[in-house]
């Protein structure tokens, strides 16, 4: 039986989770493609992951979400980061480590981390 300190923080941690996913409509948005093939590909651990890193930064102002097919399969996991006035970056071939990466890097500090990037990455297969 939990005690009623160990639910006060259970419900704490998901406060944090759920502000998470309701940020402001002005705020950075990352979008996480959780289709069939997103999910396959690992997308359920990077989605997890950004959640968890956004949550322990404190980053108030970043919503993290899902959505369906992004409609380049071949790239999954793919993660986009939309930030106000600025061009969407779509990071490919994402995993947890990368996820971590993309928070610290370019959440946090604003600098995208260019070689996860679909650029980067077709510009390696041609």
């Known amino acids: 039986m939990k005690s009623l300190q160990d639910l006060a923080a259970i419900r704490d941690k998901m406060k944090q989770t759920v502000n998470t996913r309701e940020a402001a409509h002005d ?26 890193e956004v949550a322990s930064a404190n980053l108030d102002d970043v919503l993290v979400t899902q959505t369906g097919c992004i409609g380049i399969c071949q790239y999954e996991p793919v993660v986009e ?33 260019t070689e996860y990037t679909i650029g980067a990455v077709t510009k390696e297969t041609n």
């Open 27 to 52: 705020s950075v948005r990352v979008v996480v493609g959780m289709a069939t093939c997103g999910i396959a590909a690992g997308a359920r651990p990077v989605l997890n992951t950004l959640t968890e």
């Open 81 to 113: 980061v939309y930030r106000p006035n600025e061009e969407k970056v779509t990071y490919v071939k994402m995993n947890p480590a990368k996820a971590k990466r993309v928070v610290a890097e370019h959440l946090i500090n604003g600098k995208p981390v």
